[in-house]
């Protein structure tokens, strides 16, 4: 099993893309659940690919562990992502889709296939293994992906909305199942979400992100309170928070 998570740095990122420009300077803490919102086209996708190494920065450096990953290729750093399509092989079975995981070209030894039924089993998929991504429902093919972050065993986990177009009671079975394995793990986890319920059922810190920039961090429990920011209020149609408790979040890394 791999070591417990890493801290992410985006240590003064600069990206841009047409007239879109982000600006990012953070420290995400090794081992925590930070929910990462903010209105759209305010740079949550981009924060993850950035980290993921599917964009690079203008200008600054991205840092895994202390460690500049700015030249590691997507496939070499110590992450693994799911996004909202679930990135599935529409041809391979439920096993296969886990399998990548551990081999890309699907050589497994026995121990890698009894890794792959102890990752199935764990997301409640045991017994499904020979069926294929369109014989499941939504729910069951984005487990079929955290099966697969599962085998994968990296230090960080980043969730692009993968639970976005579920239903209520789904979406809160499946962040279960990510703060249950985040609990046996200890992985750094960034995840994005537009539902501040969501954030407040397993996020322990917050980043919120606003015209391309993180504006505040800190705790989930500030955030909900009255001490959140004006703007984070605003966002999720709170008008009854104080503008004096912002300070208490800093802005950036300290």
Known sequence: MAEKGLAVTLDDVSFSYGEASFCFDAEFAAA??????????????????????????????????????????????????????????AHLSVEGNVGLGRSPTLKLTAADRHAVAQALARVGLAGKEKRLPRELSGGERQRVALA???????????????????????????????????AERRMTVLFVTHQPEDARRIGQDLAFLDEGRIAAMGSAAEFFNQSGPDAFRRYIGDRGGSVAGSQHIARKRT
């Open 32 to 89: 925590r659940i930070t929910a990462i919102m903010g209105p759209s086209g305010s740079g949550k996708s981009t924060l993850l690919n950035l980290v993921a190494g599917f964009e690079s920065p203008g200008a600054g450096k991205v840092l895994i562990g202390g460690v500049d990953v700015g030249t590691t290729p997507p496939s070499a750093r110590p992450v693994s992502m799911v996004f909202q399509e679930n990135n599935l092989f």
């Open 148 to 182: 697969r972050v599962l085998l994968r065993d990296r230090p960080v986990l980043l969730l692009d909305e993968p639970f976005a177009s579920l239903g209520p009671a789904l979406r809160d079975d499946m962040l279960d199942l990510v703060a249950g394995i985040h």
